[in-house]
């Protein structure tokens, strides 16, 4: 195969699982991605990457992100927003609150009015 199809060098590798103390056949897993994987200098595409496809996997019954570490090198190639929060929260007239960009997708399980509240607190 080629470089862009090969699975050993783009697919994550689990390398660290135990168990959750007190809880029975729940563990907590250790995900490595090779960095080829993401568009350089996109959060959008590293997330979506990384939750969007992991979270749609059908043979978990639940799922929970608790920590996500960058390698430094992956960092360095983010710019930055061309200008700061302040333009936004004036643009959008939002203040005193964090302002989230994403899509609440319905398959993460929440019931209908409590997606609806979802949606509308991110308005």
């Known amino acids: 195969t080629d470089g862009l199809t090969s699975l050993d060098r783009y ?3 689990c390398y660290h699982i135990e ?6 056949d729940q563990y907590i897993c250790y995900v490595a991605y090779p960095l080829d994987l993401f568009e350089e200098g996109s ?7 990384i939750v969007g496809n992991v979270f749609g996997f059908k043979a978990l019954r639940a799922l929970r992100l608790e920590d996500l ?3 430094t090198a992956y960092i ?8 700061g929060i302040q333009v936004e929260r004036d643009k ?3 203040y005193g609150r964090p302002l989230l960009g994403c899509t609440i997708k319905p398959k993460l399980g929440l019931s209908a009015k409590n997606y609806g ?3 509308y607190e991110c308005l």
């Open 117 to 119: 509240r979802a949606v």
């Open 43 to 49: 959060v959008t595409n590293m997330f979506t990457s």
């Open 76 to 83: 360095k190639t983010f710019q930055g927003p061309p200008h």
């Open 69 to 71: 570490r960058i390698p």
């Open 92 to 94: 959008l007239n939002k």
């Open 19 to 24: 168990p959750v103390p007190g809880e029975e």
């Open 11 to 13: 697919k994550g590798r």
